[in-house]
């Protein structure tokens, strides 16, 4: 994601990472986290479709296929699922928070100049 992020996508994130506090980690709200995840998903899509040019997207298919592919295995206890949860509503915020700030496309930029 070579291109900074709009005023108003940092807006939406920023509310993102603010719903994720009020939901919590119980396993009653992981349907709306989830729903956050994708849209967050569908924002990113619109920087590139191609993971390795856009890193926001590329950040968010990592903790898709670790942490929250993780959340559908099988336990033995409701407490172990959403500690489960709660390992991947971390690694979603701390995606939030570095695209928010740029992170990424700083990154990337830094790249190019030394390529």
Known sequence: MVR????QHKQTLAEMK?????????EAAF???ELLFFK??????EYGEDPDTN???KALKQVQSSEH??????FQKA????????????????VLVKCSKDLYVRKEMA???NA
């Open 18 to 26: 603010l719903q994720l506090t009020q939901l919590g980690n119980r």
């Open 55 to 57: 890193s926001f997207l």
């Open 111 to 113: 790249y190019l100049q």
């Open 4 to 7: 900074p992020l709009s005023p």
């Open 40 to 45: 967050a998903l569908t924002l990113s899509r």
């Open 69 to 74: 592919a993780a959340t559908f295995g099988p």
């Open 31 to 33: 349907i709306n986290v």
């Open 79 to 94: 407490k172990q699922r959403e500690i489960t949860i709660r390992k991947f509503m971390g690694a979603f915020r701390n």
